[in-house]
């Protein structure tokens, strides 16, 4: 859009990533006049879409397009023409210490260890107070570790610091797919035609007075309410300052979700170097928390995507994408050869946690906190609403709950405006 930023909005966005587009969206079908600002100079937020090698995308952020048969993304992608693959590919798991991959035997038996876990955190759900989730499983020297690894690359966040009522609290209904063309893609194309500020990052918002004022280097907004998308981290690193300031409710509600840690590493090659034709899943044992997952020769392409979560990716992240790369190369080396060196053509990764636009993955909340989603989604003064994945009741962590909570916040503010009468 124009340089030149619009006097007044009646509603005004803080963020053009999921929620903030699809805030959006609900405004513009409203009849309302809307504009979106934006800190980053691309929209999609944490959903983000590159290529690794020419005609090769690849995610780095959001990847699976997370129960999908009750994903509003999932009827937008295939109306846009992007291709959503249906995946029910198993885990493999590869011993290096033994050179081989998990027998049948051994997959039954981690699966049922793990179902064995999933009902001890239901059951400690049900039965007391919230504890973190590695004080609730279960022993096993192989595969509660393997569960542990599981738990954090699914919260952003090691078991010991994991609340098992925010666990239980997410709803997964199985379905879940890639999309080809890559989920970033797919949600930046849900902005088209979108008015949307770029590189204009709110630093004040004035909500004592009506109507509210937002300042960024650009210029500044007037609106009649505002739609707040960005996250936890940004919200707590107060690069955004509030007049008055935000009550105490707010602040701790925000202290109480912070941000998980997770990464995307990539590896490209010039050729299948694998030695498997189809796709999988692959963990690559370490018997620790510095354990990596990988999927191998997504949609039939010669790479490979590693996923890091809690410490460990922040440890990686902190030591800078050579030290990313090299880690996940290494372990790949551990399950397929030395020879893949050889055909090493590209990489890439991701670093959330150090994004200041962002400051981590996603949502994970603190220790007997969880029940504060439900504050963070709370207006103030019927002029801020909150939208973003961390105030989903039970959708968090997502791309669809980011998007739905810019449709309930959306309709949170247009009821305000038009008891106050706003024009």
Known sequence: MSDRLPGTVDVAVVGAGAAGIAAARAVRAAGRSVLVLEAKDRIGGRAWTREILPGVPVDLGAHWLHSADVNPLAALGRAAGFTLGQSDLD????????????????????????????????????????????????????WRPMFEHWVTVYTGVDADAASVADYVAYRDTHNNWPVREGYGALVARCGDGLPVALAAPVTAIEYGRRPVRLTTPAGTVTAHAVILTVSTGVLAAETIRFDPPLPDWKCSAIDAVPMGSADWVLLAFDRNPFGVEDSRVATIWSGDARTIGFQIRPH???????????????????????????????????????????????????????????????????????????????PIDEALFFAGEATDPEFFSTVHGAW????????EALQALEARGAP
């Not at 493999?92 to 049922?112: K, N, Q, T």
């Open 91 to 142: 885990r493999e798991v590869f011993f290096p210490d033994e050179g081989r991959w998990a027998d049948s035997a051994e997959r039954r038996e981690r699966h049922a260890f793990f179902d064995r876990c999933e009902a001890a955190i239901a059951a400690a759900a049900a039965t007391g107070p919230d504890r973190p989730i590695a004080a609730v499983l279960p022993d096993h020297p192989r």
């Open 300 to 378: 039939g392409c010669d790479h490979a995507l590693g996923y890091l979560g809690g410490r460990l990716c922040c440890e990686l992240e902190r030591a800078g994408p050579t030290a990313m790369i090299e880690f996940a190369r290494e372990r790949l080396k551990a399950a397929f050869g030395s020879a893949i060196d050889r055909h090493l053509a590209a990489t890439l990764s991701s670093a959330w946690q150090a994004d200041p636009a962002v400051r981590g993955a996603y949502s994970a909340a603190r220790i007997g906190e969880a029940h504060r989603r439900a504050d963070l989604a709370q």
């Open 404 to 411: 739905r909570s810019g449709e309930r916040a959306v309709a």
